[in-house]
């Protein structure tokens, strides 16, 4: 029997997406249930975590499912995921032990891993996620690697509950500094999500070496194609901004960087202009404000703006408790 897994949202089509959403609506007039009474989730963090981890949790808790939480290398043994590997240093287990022995105990395996930022070309592989997938025989769920499809669900579904009709809304995914390279988990999945619901999407960086992976360019691509919306990079902050309906913000490390970050440091530094303040959210169409958080206040968006009214990043946090419920209710549905 094949296994469905949620690892990404390109995986899902338009409506399946829409049937999540509309699953999680639900959650969120009626948050108690027994859709998961009896069922166990295993929770693996091989990085930090505050808003996933407590929405798992309190998601499986709250329609009568029990969660496991471990973390590889502190408080479970350190993990092998190379084929072949002669396993004679720090790692304890091989990844097809771990699969096969948690999918005996639990009902879904969920992961968190994120890339390593050395070698783009070895992190864009998602080695980790797509080991677990291969070996277990339940289904596994994404809680972020090098891209975050929960996050993206909940980011939808805010916008739904304040723009209502999505298609052809002007989405503005707009890069800012941070003093560290992060992931480019979200701002790939935020291209992915408003694509896929057929909006117009400009992703605005300092230049090109911060476009993203030109994998996630071309689903983007092909979404706005299927989806009726656009896709369109701009290194004008102006252009970009007038007219539009959402702004979303990240930032993310440059691809051709990844290990010389002292190299990139200089560009970034120059880039501190791109903050989202309320200069360039009054050049919007009244438009909304979100961002995945946690967020840096005044390095990626000003105290101004992120206490305005037009911020709704509370509530896509709030979100990703009922998606969550809705994306560990529908797979196991599909068992």
């Excluded at 959650?27 to 929770?43: D, E, H, M, N, V």
């Excluded at 396993?87 to 304890?92: K, N, Q, S, Y």
């Excluded at 929960?150 to 209502?164: F, I, M, P, V």
Aim: aromatic share 8%.
């Amino acid at each position: 029997m094949t296994i469905r897994h949620f690892l990404t949202t390109q995986d899902y089509s338009r409506s399946e997406i829409d049937a999540l959403l509309t699953q999680a609506t639900a959650f969120k007039r009626s948050p108690q249930g027994t859709q998961l009474a009896g069922k166990s989730i295993a929770l693996l963090f091989f990085n930090p975590s505050m808003r996933t981890r407590t929405s798992f949790e309190l998601g499986a808790f709250q329609l009568g499912g029990h969660a496991v939480v471990l973390a590889p290398g502190k408080d479970a043994w350190p993990i092998e995921f190379e084929l072949g590997s002669v396993m004679d240093g720090d790692t304890e287990e091989h990844i097809a032990e771990v699969a096969r022995v948690l999918s005996r105990y639990v009902d879904l395996i969920a992961v968190r891993a994120f890339p390593k930022f050395q070698d783009w070309t070895v992190d864009r592989q998602d080695r980790v996620i797509k080991a677990f997938a291969h070996h277990a025989t339940v289904p596994v769920i994404n809680m972020e690697t090098i891209t975050h499809p929960c996050q993206e669900l909940a980011h939808a579904l805010a916008l739904r509950e304040h723009l209502g009709e999505l298609q052809n809304r002007k989405y503005v995914l707009t890069w800012t500094y941070h003093p560290k390279p992060l992931n480019t988990a979200v701002a790939n999945s935020a291209l992915l999500i408003a694509t896929k619901l057929g909006m117009d999407v400009t992703l605005l960086c300092p230049n090109p070496d911060y476009v993203l992976d030109e994998r996630y360019m071309a689903f983007g691509q092909q979404n706005a194609r299927d989806n009726g919306g656009s896709l369109k990079v701009s290194h004008d902050i102006e252009e970009a901004y007038s007219g539009a309906d959402v702004v979303y913000a990240k930032s993310w490390g440059a691809l051709p960087f990844f290990g010389r970050w002292e190299q990139e440091k200089p560009i970034r530094e120059a880039s501190k202009h791109f903050i989202v303040d309320e200069a360039k959210m009054a050049l919007t169409n009244q438009g909304v404000f979100s961002h995945c958080l946690p967020l840096r206040r005044n390095v990626k968006a000003t105290d101004a703006v992120m206490d305005s009214p037009a911020c709704i990043a509370i509530d896509e946090a709030e979100n990703r408790l009922h998606v969550q419920k809705a994306v560990m209710v529908s797979l196991l549905a599909g068992r």
